[in-house]
Every structure is written in C-alpha cells, then in structure tokens.
C-alpha cells in the first residue's frame, strides 16, 4: 500500500506538470493561429499550416484528457472517508483502456450511467475489478464489436455492468480466475447480465 501511495504521489505530481506543459502549447498554437489569420493573404502555405495547427490542437487536447486519467489512477490508490465514486473510476479505466481495445479492434463505450454512487473500495480496487472483468470480454468478444459498460443503482448497490458475450462464454476465458480471484478478496457480488449476457459487479456499500 505505501509504495503504491508513493508512486501515485510521484506521479500526480508528473501528471500536474504535463498538463502544464499542455497549457502552454495549447496557448501558444492558439495565438500561431490567432497571427496566421490575420497575415495569411499572400501567404502560399497558409492552408498547410492550419491544417497543421488544427492537428496540433486536437493532440494537446487527447493529451489533457490522458493526463487526466492518469492523474486519477495517481489518487486512486487513496482511501476516502465518503468512499470511491464508482462512475468516475470506471471513466478513468476505460479512457486509459481505450488503446488496448483498439489493438483488438473492439470499440468501449462507457454509457451514461448513474452519477455520485460511491463504494467503500478505494477507487484502484474499483478500477482492479473491472479490469479484470474487461480482460474476460475482450478475449471473448469477436473483433470488430462494441462493448458497452455502464454504472447503475441495483437494490441500493452501485453496480457495473458490461454487455459482453453471454456469461457462461466469460466463465471459459483464461482471465476469468484473475477475476474470481480480485473480487472474491474485495467483496464485490459477481452475476450475469440480463438474458445471461454479460457481468454485473455489485459494489461494497460505503461505510455508514
């Protein structure tokens, strides 16, 4: 536990500074852009840069938002007193998921869900279960499929669901036991979906 709080302090830290570094190319491109319009008559590679400066923004943007996610994984190690906010967990790990998948050729789509349901996991154990209820999917989805994953409010639990292959598919995969394993220790309730597609984690209520 202290050597993951260190390296999330450490990192936080990194994190914070990149997206300064961010900020700043972000400003400066702007003003670039800012002069290219106003001095761009005559100017025979005027279209060529911009194209470039458009590029450009939308990278130091998908930055901030990685940094971002990182800077969550930095903190989610920490205990909370009011416990871990389950949606904003779940949205850390699929952003940070998203290449993985891709390699796959499976899209992630975390839908709208349930806002400010918290459990009394800290938010890397949160994060830990789902990862490994993602790694069962992946493996057992066809390339080129859609996997959606949603937060929800089920008897007073917060909930997460995948819509994945049916549950009995998922039972079969190599990362099954990894899952068995990480939320029999956390204490997390583990069912098929609706129609017995799919999983559905059900999460430790917060501490009173």
């Known amino acids: 536990m202290r050597d993951a709080l260190f390296m999330g302090r450490v990192t936080a830290s990194a994190t914070h500074e990149l997206q300064n570094i961010l900020a700043t ?41 990685l940094t971002e ?7 989610a190690p920490e205990k909370s007193p009011a416990g871990a906010d389950i949606n904003e967990a779940v949205r850390a790990l699929v952003g940070l998921s998203r290449r993985d998948a891709a390699r796959r050729k499976i899209t ?54 995948l819509d994945s292959p049916g549950f009995e598919a998922l039972r079969a995969t190599p990362a099954w036991g990894n ?4 939320t029999a220790a956390l204490g997390i309730g583990v069912s098929a979906g609706p129609g017995g597609m799919g999983v559905v984690l059900a999460l430790p209520r917060p501490a009173a």
Do not use: W, Y
Not at 46 to 52: H, L, T, V
Not at 69 to 75: E, I
Not at 123 to 152: F, H, K
């Open 179 to 182: 899952l068995a394993e990480v």
């Open 69 to 75: 996610q990182l800077n969550f994984c930095a903190h």
């Open 25 to 65: 190319i972000r400003e400066s491109s702007g003003l670039m852009d800012d002069l290219l319009a106003m001095s761009s008559e005559g100017f025979a590679h005027a279209e060529r840069f911009k194209k470039g400066l458009t590029v450009l923004a939308e990278q130091v943007e998908r930055g901030m938002v």
């Open 108 to 161: 992630l789509v975390l839908a709208p869900g349930r806002t400010g349901l918290r459990t009394s996991l800290r938010a890397v154990e949160v994060m830990d279960a789902v990862g490994a209820a993602l790694d069962a999917a992946l493996v057992a989805l066809p390339m080129g499929t859609q996997l959606m994953l949603s937060v929800e409010e089920q008897g007073g639990l917060g909930v997460v669901r």
